[in-house]
């Protein structure tokens, strides 16, 4: 009781104060949820400069499930809202968009964009850590990041099993290492809480939520066929792998 009365406590701390806008874009609405009006080129380019200015960011991607997630919870709609740059990491949010009238240019999806920046690290010198997934997943993504992209600094990796109880030895540790960007493979919303938290604590990487990126990078689950993905069926790909996976086991 004592430990999980601690663990609500760390949550209530986060403040989720409103970051720093840098881009020029317009910003829409969508179900109570601010979307950035960017394409995956243009926000590459935005994030780079909080990385040149040592500006803390929370980059943030929004889908269907994120959006009605927020709208339950009033402190994730407050984190989510208070990002310096929120994409559409969801088809439905981008379909959503132009049934408004107000079209986004493209999903910018999360696994892609994450690559994307990975590669911009190796080619400016950026340190990336990666937190998250269970230990042997995050050791075969970190192995396969640095297969492909060999001049890579990669400072340092973690699993994503863990609790609030030990959130500010990770903080800590960060502190030490200083990356430029950290990728966070743990679920919501727990993630987002935990970014906030390692913000407020002084932190002033670049925290991107890549949901279960690592698994895919690893080689650990496959990535949906490029068809499912340009057509907006790639949460159709995971289900079916999901399912097949529980009947194996």
Not at 178 to 195: A, N, Q, R, Y
């Amino acid at each position: 009781m004592e430990s999980q009365m601690k663990k609500e406590k760390m949550r209530e701390k986060v403040s989720a104060k409103q970051e720093r806008v840098f881009s020029k874009n317009a910003r829409i609405i969508i179900l109570n949820t601010i979307v950035d009006v960017l394409d995956m080129q243009e926000t590459i380019k935005l994030v780079e400069e909080y990385v040149k200015k040592k500006e803390p960011l929370h980059l943030m991607g929004v889908n269907a499930d994120k959006i009605n997630e927020l709208n339950k919870n009033e402190q994730m709609k407050k984190i989510v809202n208070s990002c310096g740059i929120i994409n559409a990491d969801g088809i439905s949010v981008v379909l959503a968009s132009r049934l408004l009238g107000k079209p986004l240019p493209e999903r910018v999806a999360g696994i892609d964009l994450m690559q994307n920046l990975v590669k911009l690290s190796e080619k400016r010198g950026y340190s990336v850590y990666l937190l998250g997934a269970k230990q042997n997943v995050v050791e075969k993504a970190a192995e396969a990041l640095k297969r492909e992209y060999p001049e890579l600094h990669l400072v340092g990796i973690h699993d994503g099993y863990f609790d609030e109880l030990k959130w500010h030895d990770i903080s800590n540790e960060l502190k030490t290492l200083h990356p430029d960007f950290v990728f966070v493979g743990i679920t919501s919303p727990t993630k987002e809480f935990l970014i906030e938290y390692l913000q407020d604590d002084g932190n002033d990487s670049v925290f991107m939520g890549v949901g279960g990126s690592f698994d895919v990078i690893s080689g650990t689950i496959p990535r949906a066929p490029l068809w499912m993905q340009k057509s907006g069926f790639e949460w159709l790909f995971r289900v079916i792998c999901c399912y097949s996976k529980s009947r194996q086991n």
